[in-house]
C-alpha cells in the first residue's frame, strides 16, 4: 500500500500528509496533520490548517514543520490507520510541541 514504508517510521510530533475526512464525513482530503500517538496500526493525530480562523493556535516555526503557509492546530483529535500516511514532511520545533502539550491538557482536561 502506498506511504506504508513511510508510517512505520511516523512518531511522536512529525507532521504528515494523509486523507483526512471532513467533519460531516461527505468527502476527504489530503492535509497536513500532526502525529501524537500510535496504537499498533492507528495513528493518533491532531490536523492543522492554514484557515488561522479555525484553528486553536498558530503554529510559530511552520516552515520548520515542512509546511508551506502559515498554519495552525484545528482543537480536533483523530485516528487513521498509518497506512494513510502519503509522506512524512517534518517535524514540530520545541516551541511548537509546548503549546500542543499544554493545549491538549486543556482539551482532554488532564
Not at 33 to 53: E, K, M, Q, W, Y
Given at each position: 500500500?502506498?506511504?506504508?514504508t513511510?508510517?512505520?517510521?511516523?512518531?511522536?510530533?512529525?507532521?504528515?500528509?494523509?486523507?483526512?475526512?471532513?467533519?460531516?464525513?461527505?468527502?476527504?482530503?489530503?492535509?497536513?496533520a500532526?502525529i501524537?500517538?500510535?496504537?499498533?496500526?492507528?495513528?493518533?493525530?491532531?490536523?492543522?490548517?492554514?484557515?488561522?480562523?479555525?484553528?486553536?493556535?498558530?503554529?510559530?516555526?511552520?516552515?520548520?514543520?515542512?509546511?508551506?503557509?502559515?498554519?495552525?492546530?484545528?482543537?480536533?483529535?483523530?485516528?487513521?490507520?498509518?497506512?494513510?500516511?502519503?509522506?512524512?514532511?517534518?517535524?514540530?520545533?520545541?516551541?511548537?510541541?509546548?503549546?500542543?502539550?499544554?493545549?491538549?491538557?486543556?482539551?482532554?482536561?488532564?
Amino acid at each position: 500500500m502506498p506511504g506504508t514504508t513511510f508510517s512505520m517510521n511516523c512518531s511522536r510530533n512529525d507532521v504528515v500528509l494523509l486523507p483526512i475526512p471532513f467533519t460531516d464525513l461527505t468527502s476527504r482530503k489530503v492535509r497536513p496533520a500532526v502525529i501524537l500517538g500510535r496504537n499498533g496500526d492507528d495513528l493518533f493525530l491532531v490536523p492543522l490548517s492554514s484557515v488561522l480562523a479555525n484553528t486553536d493556535f498558530p503554529l510559530q516555526e511552520w516552515r520548520a514543520a515542512g509546511i508551506n503557509v502559515p498554519s495552525g492546530i484545528k482543537a480536533q483529535l483523530a485516528t487513521v490507520e498509518a497506512g494513510l500516511v502519503v509522506k512524512i514532511v517534518g517535524r514540530l520545533a520545541a516551541t511548537d510541541v509546548q503549546s500542543l502539550d499544554e493545549r491538549l491538557r486543556t482539551w482532554l482536561n488532564l
